[in-house]
């Protein structure tokens, strides 16, 4: 994986440094949906000097470069989480904030109908889903009854 880290960087004109690398490896084992914060905290467990601001501009190199991806999750701060090929979408509780992925295989087929009725091109697409998972809902059940 970190060859065709590289290879993107470079492809985008930017240097390969050990921080980029070591924020996306941070991302890549927090398994996604990491605040700034967090990537931060994960990444200084293998560089103490590391700063916050480094960790901020090395986010900002890889969006630019498309490996990493911005969300806004219902939260005042952002989340990020590596692009993938597939793309996949979230359900969001309000309650407790977690985090489900979800794929659904019929959005593809969605976006080339609404394009070709519409005669847009979709190039990406995010969607949220808000509500409560079912330990939430358990509880607001639990507290009403």
Do not use: W
Not at 23 to 37: K, N, T, W
């Amino acid at each position: 994986m970190e060859d065709a880290t590289r290879k993107i960087l470079r492809r985008a004109g930017k240097r390969v440094t050990p921080q980029r690398l070591l924020v996306l490896e941070a991302i890549r084992e927090g398994g996604g949906h990491l605040d700034a914060d967090e990537i931060y905290r994960r990444a200084r467990q293998k560089a103490p000097k590391l700063s916050l601001s480094t960790v901020y501009r090395a986010i900002g190199v890889l969006k630019e470069t498309g490996m990493v991806e911005e969300l806004h999750l219902g939260e005042e701060h952002h989340h990020y989480e590596l692009r993938e090929e597939k793309g996949h979408h979230h359900l969001i509780c309000q309650a407790c904030g977690r985090v489900i992925e979800f794929d659904c295989p019929f959005s593809q087929e969605l976006l080339r109908a609404l394009g070709d009725e519409y005669g847009f091109e979709v190039t990406d697409v995010r969607l949220s889903l808000l509500g409560y998972c079912a330990d939430c809902r358990q509880n607001r059940q639990d507290t009403a009854g």
